[in-house]
């Protein structure tokens, strides 16, 4: 598998993904005691789906390092942080911090060892930095953010075996959500009646649970110039928090017993809430429509995800209907 392409991973979140690098990276750099390396680059994984599959060597959603690291005290919970700034799509670790004691090495020797080994495992989709006081600083490219977004957009995310509710909520306080899902349906409806689009079955009464996405395929995330169309401080806020809802809803299907439980509803809300100051902010109709189409196309992309995963909070975590309409 070529490690550099995201579009071919196994893992749900970005922050999985993230979490399977860093793990491969230290097993490059021989930290796992008393088991043997694949030859083959190194890596203690053939792919990232052996790093993200098996509970007991790594737990992706939440990032504990393996038991059988003797290196690292079991149980420990690896260091790894989304940046607040929801302009940026910045994942920071600590992780050189951790292990500067017994690697016997400063934190920013042990980063920049760190960090020439994932370089590889993570380009294009990742820039990697060494931050002062050797912390390591992930972002996602332009490139990798399209990769991710068309993902969501348009894949069915997992479900467990048995269904996980979040703590009963009273379906008054829910109807701003099912809303929010609503309004996503209508406006990808519209789009697809005034052929800005092209739904494979955009009919209320037959739509599948995602929507399949005819034309534009892929969805012009990208410009002529390799950058990413959403640059409105609506569309990376409501990317941002596609992402946090992303990365804190996967450990729901991996760790039952959960140190800091999620409020599910706070996030399908501030998720919710994102999506209508994106709609109200930024135009899809009218002269974009006509002048700058892709924009337009992008616009929609970010409304078939929102959709998505708004869908499956209502559905799967709380186990209330996902309306197409309203």
Not at 86 to 106: C, D, E, G, N, P
Not at 161 to 181: M, W
Not at 205 to 227: F, K, M, Q, V, Y
Not at 246 to 273: G, I, W
Request: aromatic share 8%; with cysteine.
């Amino acid at each position: 598998m070529d490690t550099a392409k995201i579009s071919q991973c196994p893992e749900v979140t970005v922050k999985c993904f993230l979490l399977s690098m860093f793990q491969s990276a230290i097993a490059q750099q021989g930290t796992l005691a008393q088991i043997p390396l694949n030859p083959i680059g190194g890596s203690l994984f053939k792919n990232r789906q052996d790093a993200c599959s098996t509970k007991s060597e790594f737990d992706c959603g939440v990032g504990i390092l393996p038991a059988h690291n003797k290196l690292i005290e079991k149980g420990a919970i690896f260091p790894l942080n989304r940046s607040k700034d929801s302009a940026r799509v910045l994942y920071v670790s600590a992780i050189a911090l951790k292990l500067a004691k017994t690697w016997q090495q400063t934190p920013q020797t042990i980063a920049a060892e760190l960090a020439e080994t994932l370089e590889p495992l993570c380009y294009p989709d990742f820039a990697v930095k060494v931050a002062p006081g050797g912390m390591i600083e992930m972002e996602l490219t332009d490139a990798g953010l399209a990769v991710w977004l068309q993902r969501l957009a348009q894949t069915n995310l997992p479900v467990s075996g048995s269904k996980i509710l979040d703590s009963v909520v009273c379906a008054d306080r829910l109807f701003p959500i099912q809303y929010s899902h609503a309004r996503c349906c209508s406006l990808l409806r519209m789009a697809h009646r005034d052929r800005i689009i092209a739904i494979a079955q955009p009919d209320v009464t037959t739509a599948p649970e995602i929507w399949s996405l005819a034309s534009p395929n892929p969805i012009p995330w990208i410009d002529e110039g390799d950058r990413l169309r959403l640059v409105h401080p609506a569309e990376r806020r409501l990317i941002s928090q596609l992402l946090t809802v992303l990365d804190n809803l996967y450990p729901t299907f991996e760790v039952k017993n959960r140190e800091k439980p999620v409020n599910y509803f706070k996030l399908a809300n501030s998720l919710s809430e994102a999506f209508q100051i994106f709609y109200s902010q930024c135009r899809i109709w009218g002269e974009v429509k006509i002048e700058q189409p892709k924009l337009a196309q992008a616009r929609l992309g970010l409304i078939f995800a929102t959709q998505s995963l708004l869908r499956f909070i209502l559905e799967n975590l709380f186990n209330a209907l996902a309306p197409l309409e309203l």
